[in-house]
């Protein structure tokens, strides 16, 4: 038998390499490949669009929910105020429940008409600022706009409900329930 070289010829050991070269760089390059074109991976400017999109969104929703609930609330309190003006006086009891004072009543109604007016013009100036927002690029100033924006309508909300109640505390007070 005749004796095993020891040594492999030089130009095996080179092929040899550059193939492991190539299936390390192939081994590397395929995942980076695959990962660059996946539908799964948010690109940062879809992504971007879609965030502000949303937060639009929410800002409208918020709006609508808000102005939904307000419009319940007065409609609530023109029902109580419409009945207290449709309740007949009673000439025999000087001061009895039935025996309201009209201009108290219509000063409490011209105070829920301001309110309503206030709520309509609040409700115009939010739309047109969401629109400015909506025209903006994704931008710190816009991030800005949006939460000075929700933190001025949680204000303006809070002033509104204490005014509402204030109404209807008075108007418990004059028809004396």
């Not at 025999?92 to 709520?119: C, F, T």
């Not at 939010?126 to 949006?146: C, H, K, N, P, S």
Request: glycine share 2%; net charge positive.
């Amino acid at each position: 038998m005749p004796p095993l070289p020891r040594r492999r010829p030089a130009d095996y050991d080179d092929n040899v390499k550059a193939l492991l070269f190539a299936a390390l760089l192939l081994a590397l390059a395929f995942p980076a490949a695959a990962q660059t074109n996946s539908p799964f991976v948010p690109i940062p400017r879809r992504e971007n669009q879609l965030r502000r999109q949303q937060q639009i969104e929410e800002l409208r929703r918020d709006q609508q929910m808000n102005d939904l609930r307000q419009q319940q609330e007065m409609a609530r309190l023109q029902q109580q105020m419409d009945s207290l003006k449709s309740e007949p006086e009673n000439p025999d009891v000087p001061n009895g429940p039935n025996n309201l004072n009209q201009a108290d009543v219509n000063r409490l109604q011209l105070e829920l008409d301001r309110l309503q007016n206030a709520q309509q013009l609040q409700r115009l100036q939010a739309e047109q600022r969401i629109l400015q927002i909506e025209q903006q690029g994704d931008t710190a100033r816009r991030r800005r706009w949006a939460a000075l924006l929700t933190r001025e309508q949680q204000i303006e909300r809070l002033r509104q409900r204490q005014r509402l109640d204030d109404i209807e505390e008075d108007l418990r007070r004059v028809s004396g329930k």
